[in-house]
């Protein structure tokens, strides 16, 4: 079981980026998919979730506007597409899949099962 993440680097104040995460081992249906982001220093906080259906979607105030998630069952793959970026985005950003038939989403880290490595985004002002 494995979540690969790419699209991470530096960026100016800004810019845009988009993060994919592959998910193999597994298949994402049924599994809600949410993106956290840990700044040095700082508490790993949630940026953005989505249901298993992809209907329900969340954000952090923070971001709320400016990313946004969305994904592919069949390709296995969940996006964050990250717009205006601000130098206080800078963090590494790791996706995650929590199972759910619900529908729902959740912004708490410990209900996800699975984690990618994270990559890496540097915003310079």
């Known amino acids: 079981v494995q979540l690969q993440a790419s699209g991470g680097g530096l960026v100016k104040a800004g810019g845009s980026l988009r993060f994919s995460c592959v998910a193999s081992g597994f298949t994402i249906h049924r599994y809600s998919m949410g993106w956290f982001r840990q700044a040095p220093g700082k508490e790993r906080e949630f940026v953005a979730a989505?249901?298993?259906?992809?209907?329900?979607?969340a954000a952090a105030a923070s971001v709320k506007g400016r990313f946004t998630i969305s994904r592919d069952n069949a390709k296995n793959t969940v996006y964050l597409q990250m717009i205006s970026l601000k130098p206080e985005d800078t963090a590494v950003y790791s996706c995650a899949a929590r199972w759910d038939v619900s529908g729902g989403y959740s912004r708490w880290d410990h209900d996800y099962k699975y984690w990618g490595q994270g990559t890496l985004v540097t915003v310079s002002s």
């Open positions: 989505i249901s298993w259906g992809g209907s329900v979607t």
